[in-house]
């Protein structure tokens, strides 16, 4: 684990879109785009964010640089809040927090040219001026990989990778700390992809940056991250280094993200879930956890009582009632109806934002039914929770064993 200072702190982020009707437009609802996230971005690293259409991502990408005003909670950047800034003070600190799109087509003006696309932020920044912005952008063009003379041409006139590196050129010009790569190689073809990942990452240890990198597929995070998040319906299900989440996935919703990337090698290729029906409406989420309509270890508690996030392996987080030393079952069906059997240490600790977040009032006893997961499995029948090497009841969390939220 990095032991690198936080350059970013997220803390209980919420970005709600009001539902407007009527004469008097009036505010009937809201689309909980974002719904209280919490993570942190240390310095020189980079954290994927990742999940499928219409989680919030990029909303929360968005609203963590203030391009979209976030609705409550605290940004930290170097630990002065953003969100407390004024406009003024904001213009000054954005220079530090820049943004990569994914449609590199569209996120650059057609009618301007490269040099001025790029020079823009140097001149209203008042970096440089005159002949020193173009030799400026043209350093810029040349450490992107693209040919200094190119600063004459227009965006159509180039490929959607060299699009992608101008874009990267943009955001590196004001010399930034952290830039959200928002989907910024989803639209480019797989070998392009790589080009550009591995430029990102060969840029971000000359320039020290820190990056947040937002994608719908878990493969294309894992060789750009340090850390992942992965998020589901407005909220972080999980939160782990690299490594650790591709190896021991704790979450239901992470297991079947995982389970859906190709495996060439058979011995190696896990048990295959398919998800049911789409992601609920974000204008109405389920009550209970977010995923228990699809999940396919549901039990009594996930229906009524939100999760907490919980931390059943140091520096790993997870918000599922599975390693919740309050809601943890016992009952090794529940256990065996996951695809890949976590291993979960006997040191599960309730994380910081867990013990500040209010008890759940009307916490049932942890009943474990759980005969109505919605997701079904492909393949064989699961292996019983012993076979699979499933943590026994003894292994798993014990209530009486772990530390309260109260403690
Ligand atoms: N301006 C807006 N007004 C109302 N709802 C919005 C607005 N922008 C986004 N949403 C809604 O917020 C939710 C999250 O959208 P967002 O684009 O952040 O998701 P995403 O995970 O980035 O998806 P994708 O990968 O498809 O871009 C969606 O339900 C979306 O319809």
């Known amino acids: 684990m990095s032991d690198a200072p936080t350059l970013l702190e997220v803390r209980n982020l919420t970005k709600h879109f009001p539902i407007k009707k009527g004469l008097f437009n009036r505010q009937v609802g809201a689309v909980k785009a974002v719904d209280g996230i919490s993570f942190e971005v240390r310095a020189n690293e980079t954290v994927g ?3 499928e259409s219409g989680c919030g991502k990029t909303t929360a990408g968005r609203s963590l640089l203030r391009l979209l005003e976030p609705t409550s909670g605290e940004v930290l950047f170097k630990g002065q809040d953003i969100l407390k800034l004024s406009a003024t003070e904001m213009r000054s600190i954005r220079r530090n927090l820049q943004i990569i799109f994914q449609d590199p087509f569209s996120s650059l003006n057609p009618r301007m040219t490269i040099e001025s696309i790029i020079g823009e932020a140097i001149t209203v920044h008042g970096v440089a001026r005159g002949d020193k912005v173009r030799e400026m952008v043209e350093g810029l063009l040349e450490r992107v990989g693209l040919q200094p003379s190119y ?53 971000q240890q000359e320039y020290n940056l820190s990056y947040l990198f937002i994608a719908h597929d878990l493969s294309v995070v894992q060789h750009i991250s340090d850390r992942i998040a992965v998020m589901y319906l407005g909220q972080i299900a999980e939160f782990a280094d690299c490594d650790e989440l591709y190896d021991n996935p704790l979450h239901p919703y992470t297991q079947a993200l995982l389970s859906a990337i190709p495996q060439p090698n058979p011995r190696r290729r896990a048990q295959r879930i398919i998800l049911k029906g789409d992601v609920p409406s974000p204008m ?124």
């Not at 041409?153 to 990778?161: A, L, V």
């Not at 790569?181 to 840029?203: H, P, R, W, Y």
């Not at 109405?284 to 059943?312: D, I, L, S």
């Open 151 to 203: 600063i004459t041409r227009y965006p159509h006139e180039f490929s959607g990778g060299q699009r992608q590196r101008v874009g990267i050129a943009r955001a590196l010009a004001l010399n930034p700390d952290f830039i959200v790569c928002d989907e910024a190689v989803s639209a480019l073809d797989v070998s392009v992809q790589a080009q550009v990942i591995n430029l990102l990452m060969d840029l």
């Open 49 to 51: 964010l990742v999940g």
């Open 284 to 407: 109405n989420p389920p009550a209970g956890c977010r995923f228990h309509t699809r999940c396919p270890a549901c039990f009594a508690p996930c229906k009524t009582v939100e999760p907490r996030t919980v931390e059943p392996v140091p520096g790993h987080k997870v918000r599922c009632h599975l390693y919740d030393p309050e809601f943890a079952p016992n009952d090794p069906d529940i256990w065996a109806r996951l695809p890949q059997q976590p291993k979960v240490k006997d040191n599960a600790t309730l994380s910081p934002e867990a013990k500040e977040a209010p008890v759940a009032e009307e916490a049932p006893s942890p009943t474990p039914d759980g005969t109505d997961g919605v997701a079904s499995t492909e393949s064989q029948p699961l292996k019983s929770a012993g076979e699979a090497g499933a943590p026994t009841p003894a292994e798993t969390p014990a209530p009486e064993a772990q530390p309260s939220a109260e403690s």
